[in-house]
DNA sequence: ATGCTTTTTGACCACAGTGGTCAATCAGGG
DNA sequence: CCCTGATTGACCACTGTGGTCAAAAAGCAT
């Protein structure tokens, strides 16, 4: 963020993404340690001085990455947050949309993001994004336990119990669904997602039959 | 298998597990391209000429891991294909422990497996082992389909989803479980496992009442 | 054209780490 | 005491690393 030469910022548009793009997925793949300086120059058709002028060092790059996906991805999760509380499987259902949107509008950074969730990496963030990353996190769990009205839930099994299954259950499903797409790209390629999110539904109807409170299905 | 020499196999089992140890967590942890031969001897406690003594090569080293990991895997897996076939969801409980077995015994060729399984690795096995993998990985999925006994799944809902449904949550409890088992390593350690096998069980118990037809729960 | 500044290049650096080798040592049994 | 097989680790050529910097190129005002 601050270390950024005004240079890099005054760029076109265009080419500073190219740019971001070929870092993101290098640390997105590779993982901080073995990320190189030399494939993401390669990659992002600037040579290595440049890079090292536009961003100081390896670690000021990465953090720098960091915080354009922090940006980007508070900005998403606030607009998802801001809606109403639906009842508990159409405000997940409205969540994972969001969480598709910000996927296919940054693909790169959705990886890196991911990695650096999973990963030790986050030791290599100075102490600022480190916390910007934390807070994020805990900013989502929050909003995920406050907003989710589970009284339609059936009373013949623990919530807890129900809320952990019904998780667990679309998080299989959508990971499924991701699936299906990479196989049949053609069809994610072109945009033409709605009959997924049909069938999710449908899906979803399903669910509630089996969790909610009989009357209410 | 073929390449490793007769001196290594005449070792005390205590140092032949130790450097095979080492090799799997170096394998495991970092992948074949990344994983590096001086700190597999400096972990196994060998010289560098050792290594390459008892194996020719970085790749039949590679190749001789995955062939000891498929040899105890299969094992495992023959064992509890064996069995008579319970019901569906029972079935799984019993695969699971399997599976938990196998991996409190051989953590190390677990995780090596696991990784293996993930990545594009399998590039570097020699056409023999990578058939033998392959071929676990299909006899697996066979067998739970073969043995799988869905008759008292409730009608109300497609089979096939419930079937997902089931796996899915399944899927998720146990990864909840091992993420609470790693939380508190005293009773991991202790073998004291039995409390989590019948809170699992119970557990269970919820899920059949959720997707068996009435009566049966 | 002429300077002067800013942007851009890529050859180059010291260094770390790689898989693999091999002459030299060591251990132990005959 | 020697011989054979086990064992060592210094060493090799090589690849790739993050980072530098003199020099070239591009703008730009005059």
Redesign the pocket.
Known sequence: MRAI????L??PEEKRRLILNAAFTEFGEQGY????????VAQA??????????F??????FNDLANTALDHSMEKYEESFSQVNPDYIDWLYNLARKKFEYQQLFPEETRFLGQLYLSSDKDFLDADTADRFTSLIRRTQEQVEKNADTSMLRTDIPHDIAKKMVGWVIEGYQNDMVARMEADAEIWNKGHLDPFWDEYYEFLEVLKHLFYKKGKA
Chains 1, 2 share one sequence.
């Open positions: 030469n005004k240079v890099f005054e760029l340690a073995r990320a190189s300086t030399n494939r993401v058709e600037i040579s290595k001085g440049m890079l090292f002028y536009y100081n060092s390896k670690n000021e790059l």
